[in-house]
């Protein structure tokens, strides 16, 4: 025998081609189920009382078993039988479509609209994989409230809820006076749309197609604009231009949604960079004949800030103070904390502090601003007299500048007297030794990432010794203060083989005579 299928308010399924004819004892259901399943609703009692019946819609699960059908909505009459309906109904029902699991679904669709008549929606739809689409079917925005779970893909929106919008969204509902078209009549002349707008902000992740009359396209044409995905003629409806129109809006709305994240995680990285540029020193140099250059290269993907640092700043007296450091590790936990050491030195050099007692007061900041006690920081630290002859320095667990003048080859400046690096030792010192530059000289203070990359592909890496022999070969060739340092970082990569598991951050300072 054919399955009963809902009646149409538009096109009738037989006559689109895409379900038999329905029975005379057929009604709808309140959720489209799949082939081969039994409506739980006659058109007798539907008919007794739509309201209650669209009130709380219920999808009936067939109990094979017993031949017993149980609505767990506001309609909650129960048909018991083993092979008649003991329901006051004309119709009969033979247990043998009781027996029939449904099928499966892919696509299920919540249908919201409020015609007691009947659904305007052609039965047995289809996916783009020949399964059925299931169809739940809501009166009012409660009721859509209550059906809108995670696995609805769709939202079917008849505009003609358009204008009793209020009453449905007061605090009673408004299901029963907007049934019989009362309540927020001259809603309309204000917001034609309203109910549409509360669809959209019920369920901004869900697909929204807009129901609407062949002689009001630019009502629809508006709810696209508003949001929704489509609008389709509720008189021209058939079920392969629906079908076809669902999979559409839900498309166009997985893609419409990555795309919108896509375009945030590029707002999102767009304003790290400009967060991260602003950290980066601006070095305080004015009225001082030394020429500044410098390299940073973060070791982590898509970063422009690691965890090392440096800054150079002029005090007033005509001293250059230069420093740089190393806070272990690659993660923006690290890369905050060296802002964090850099401003305070910075703030600290200005202050009037140097040698031991400014690395003791970093070392503070980082015992008071690290996330782990494990974490430490190395750090050189060099003043240079007023006269660019002399210098001071300090090492904190780093590795020694290098330095190189005319007719000099490149070395590094002694390191013997090197402290611990900052967190390490509570109450640790850090001496302060003097070095002569010279007259004209070029000082090089750089982080670990330049000389622990490899060399080839073995397990040799470049060392202090390979850094040194790379930049007085880089030097006799000419290079100088930008070009040297762009030089030095490149053939470092290219040794290595590829990009620096470490972050690298190179300073330069120059002086002529």
Request: proline share 7%; charged share 25%; with cysteine.
């Amino acid at each position: 025998m054919p399955v009963p299928v809902p009646r149409q308010r538009a096109i009738p399924a037989v006559e689109c081609g895409q379900a038999p004819a329905a029975s005379p004892d057929s009604g709808p259901s309140k959720e489209q189920a799949p082939p081969g399943t039994h409506p739980a609703e006659n058109p007798t009692t539907r008919r007794e009382n739509p309201t209650e019946k669209r009130e709380k819609p219920t999808d009936t699960s067939p109990d094979t078993s017993t031949g017993t059908a149980t609505g767990t909505g506001a309609d909650s009459r129960t048909a018991t039988g083993t092979g008649a309906d003991s329901r006051t109904a004309t119709g009969t029902d033979t247990g043998a479509d009781r027996t029939r699991s449904a099928v499966p679904t892919n696509l299920t669709v919540l249908l919201i609209e409020d015609d007691p008549a009947g659904s305007p929606i052609v039965p047995d739809l289809l996916d783009q994989a020949g399964k059925p689409i299931r169809v739940r079917t809501a009166r009012n925005l409660t009721e859509a409230g209550r059906l809108l779970t995670d696995d609805v893909h769709c939202i079917l929106l008849d505009l003609a809820l358009s204008a009793p919008a209020p009453a449905r969204t007061s605090a009673d509902g408004g299901g029963n006076a907007n049934a019989n078209g009362n309540g927020g009549g001259d809603t309309e002349d204000h917001d034609e749309l309203a109910v549409l707008r509360h669809v959209l902000e019920l369920a901004p992740r869900h697909a929204v197609l807009a129901l609407t009359s062949s002689s009001d396209a630019e009502r629809g044409a508006e709810a696209v604009a508003v949001g929704a995905q489509d609008y389709l003629f509720r008189d021209e409806l058939d079920g392969r231009l629906l079908s076809r129109a669902i999979r559409y809006a839900v498309e166009r709305k997985r893609s419409d949604s990555a795309e919108r994240r896509l375009a945030e995680g590029r707002l999102r990285a767009q304003e790290n960079r400009r967060l991260e540029r602003g950290l980066l020193p601006t070095p305080l140099l004015a009225g001082s004949p030394l020429r500044f250059a410098a390299r940073y290269r973060p070791g982590r993907s898509r970063a422009l800030l690691g965890g090392d640092f440096y800054d150079v700043v002029r005090t007033p007296d005509g001293t250059v103070h230069a420093m740089i450091g190393d806070v272990c590790g690659h993660g923006p936990d690290e890369a905050a904390l060296g802002v964090e050491l850099r401003i305070a030195w910075r703030a600290l050099t200005l202050a009037g502090l140097c040698g031991d007692e400014l690395l003791g007061t970093l070392q503070q900041v980082l015992e008071h601003e690290r996330s782990d006690d494990e974490i430490f920081a190395t750090l050189c630290a060099v003043d240079i007299s007023p006269d660019g002859r002399r210098a001071g320095l300090c090492l904190a667990g780093h590795p020694s500048p290098l330095i190189a003048a005319p007719g000099v080859p490149a070395r590094l400046l002694p390191y013997d007297n090197n402290g611990p690096a900052l967190g390490l030792l509570p109450g640790a010192r850090w001496p302060r030794m003097q070095v002569e530059l010279g007259a004209e000289w070029s000082l090089m203070l750089y982080t670990d990432g330049l000389i622990e990359g490899h060399v080839g592909e073995g397990r040799e890496r470049l060392g202090q010794d390979g850094m040194v022999e790379m930049v007085r070969r880089q030097r006799a060739e000419g290079l100088r203060g930008e070009e040297l340092l762009r030089a030095a970082v490149n053939e470092v990569r290219e040794l290595n083989g590829g990009e620096l598991a470490d972050d690298v951050a190179v300073v330069l300072l120059d002086r002529t005579a």
